[in-house]
């Protein structure tokens, strides 16, 4: 069993960054893929991005793709994160942090999740 735990969202003007953090315990990050996803309000969760156990494979939804979203990961720290820049107020809901036993499993039906951590893009 992993836990996962995210932090570093907030409050941020159109066009700012943010980077988010999901440090796991437990089993080690390192045997599981990684990934974000996100909510707005009244939708659904939507993928985000995803990265496998190594770091050497990484997924990103259509709609931040060439927007400045990075996935990356330090399994040293057990931590993965997510840096994104240019935000945009569609930006604007809750990230969470998911895990699962390969990238293809994480970006579809992980079976681990953060609580989630607020993002507010303001115009």
């Known amino acids: 069993q992993v836990q996962l735990v995210e932090s570093g969202g907030g409050l941020v003007q159109a066009g700012g960054s943010l980077r988010l953090s999901c440090a796991a315990s437990?089993?080690?990050?390192?045997?599981?893929?990684m990934g974000w996803f996100r909510q707005a309000p009244g939708k659904e969760r939507d993928f985000v991005a995803a990265i496998s156990r190594s770091g050497a494979s990484s997924s990103y939804a259509d709609s931040v793709k060439g927007r400045g979203f990075t996935i990356s990961r330090d399994n040293a720290k057990n931590t993965v994160y997510l840096q994104m820049n240019s935000l945009k107020p569609e930006d604007t809901a809750v990230y969470y942090c998911?895990?699962?036993?390969?990238?293809?499993?994480?970006?579809?039906?992980?079976?681990?999740w953060g609580q989630g951590t607020q993002v507010t893009v303001s115009s």
């Open positions: 437990g089993r080690t990050s390192s045997t599981y893929a």
């Open positions: 998911a895990a699962g036993l390969n990238i293809v499993r994480v970006t579809t039906t992980p079976p681990h």
